[in-house]
């Protein structure tokens, strides 16, 4: 059940965008300070937010490393409280500079709008390690999940065979994202591009919209994650195929 759990929690935190951040107050010593910030995470399940010099959240990190994120399944309507949400603590710090470049290509990919920041108010990576996360996924599904927990196998593959393998896709098979696209999200777009690749699943990018595609099992070689494109393609070509079928038939 914890192992199940752990991985509600992850997939949640996958398909989110958007989080809640707090951070100690450096102004009211002592007193938590909570906003809204766009993020990435990594193979390892950390968090990476693109943050701005000028920003409250960095003056308090720059002083205490401590946070919280929170992700959450936003109610449309009914009991919020019966919707799963993840709080992840942990300590964050600035990405070191031999790893910083490589990584702001890949937040850049995923969020093309930051790169217009680069040129204004200092913009930096901050990566926050996990301590511990608590996952509620509704009435009764409570769990604090540990660090070894939360974390999961390292791929064999780094930022650069990454960014190799979503070129790919873009340059070679964007007709594998529209497709897949449609499959897994029911979403028909002309214009679909590949952002990130992590182990267990893809994010594709449509109508300024970052879409989670999670592969059945998690890929640690990059042949893994090639079976991994091409199982969801064909899945996809068969979706389509059978519907141009039955529409011709019906």
Not at 24 to 52: C, H, Q, T, W
Not at 143 to 160: G, R, T, V, Y
Request: aromatic share 8%; charged share 25%; hydrophobic share 35%.
């Amino acid at each position: 059940m914890r192992e199940q759990a752990a991985f509600e929690a992850r997939t949640l935190v996958r398909q989110s965008n958007v989080c809640v951040i707090s951070t100690i107050s450096k102004n009211l010593a002592g007193y938590p300070f909570g906003s809204v910030s766009p993020f990435m995470s990594d193979n390892e399940g950390r968090l990476i937010f693109y943050i701005a010099g000028i920003a409250q959240h960095s003056r308090n990190l720059t002083e205490n490393s401590k946070m919280c994120a929170t992700v959450f399944d936003a109610a449309e309507q009914g009991d919020q409280n019966a919707h799963a949400r993840v709080t992840i603590v942990g300590d964050a710090a600035p990405v070191p500079q031999d790893e910083h470049d490589a990584l702001l290509t890949r937040y850049e990919r995923q969020y093309p709008e930051a790169i217009s920041y680069r040129q204004a108010h200092d913009f930096q990576l901050w990566r926050m390690d996990v301590k511990r996360v608590r996952y509620i996924g509704g009435f009764g599904h409570i769990f604090w999940i540990e660090k070894d927990e939360w974390q999961q196998s390292a791929p064999q593959w780094n930022l650069e065979d990454e960014a190799h393998m979503v070129n790919h896709m873009n340059q070679d098979h964007s007709d594998a994202n529209r497709l897949i696209l449609k499959l897994t999200h029911c979403i028909d777009s002309d214009d679909v591009v590949m952002t990130t690749l992590v182990s267990d699943g893809c994010y594709l990018r449509a109508n300024e919209k970052n879409y989670y595609v999670q592969f059945d099992t998690p890929c640690l070689e990059s042949t893994d994650v090639r079976k991994a494109l091409v199982k969801l393609t064909k899945a996809a070509r068969e979706q389509s195929e059978h519907k141009e079928s039955a529409e011709i038939t019906g």
